[in-house]
């Protein structure tokens, strides 16, 4: 692989178990749908994309996480097995938003017939008729293709707000209330799943500014207390 940090990054917020590994601009990846995210199911794909890319586990200069928000067994197990590979070498960890690595992935596909996108509002299935949300501008021919422009929020899917002009949206969400995004405007992508290969070069720069946190430093980021938080 090329030069630059060699980074590892998990993703498994969703219910779709996503494993990447890049160097610079080299990046292998794979990707699944398990019904149920397990720390076994990553493991194996630890291990394969890391074979794969014929670097040791050794040679790892961090561990990237897709954090969350999302589903709760999902987030707990990224981060559990993210923890646990960091931990064991000794490296840090680079925590990232569950909402912007999907708008990551919406941004390394606009599609060809549209208007070139301004920004994306990433929306994902919460459950309990709620959904997590998150807008992010789009920076074309940068580096890294969104920056967050607003606070991720737990919101019911009829408090969505307009979508501003050439604005796209998507995510679990789009599916899960099919009803919202009709008086929305803007393009939609119900499709859309968050992938931490779309995400790797957010990644890279994240740990070349020193956006490191300590392995044990590690959290979920759920937004819905009364799910994340066990009675006394």
Known sequence: ???????????????VCSVAVSRGASLL??????????????????NAVLADSGVPRSALDAVAVGRGPGGFTGVRVAIGV???????????AIPVSTLHILAETMAADPAADSAPPAGFCAVLDARMGEVYTAGFAFQPDHRYRTVAVGEERLQSPDSLMALPRHWWMGGSGLGAYPQAP????????PDAIPDIAAAMALVQ???EAGALVDAKSLQPRYLRDRVARRPA
Do not use: C, K
């Open 29 to 46: 990846a794979h990707q699944r749908r398990p019904v149920r995210a397990s720390s076994g199911e990553l493991l194996e794909m630890v």
């Open 182 to 189: 009709a008086r929305l405007g803007g393009q939609w992508v």
């Open 82 to 92: 993210a923890q646990g590979i960091a931990l064991g070498l000794d490296r840090p």
């Open 205 to 207: 720069a994240r740990f």
């Open 1 to 15: 692989m090329s030069d630059g940090p060699l980074i590892l990054g998990l993703e498994a917020a969703t219910g």
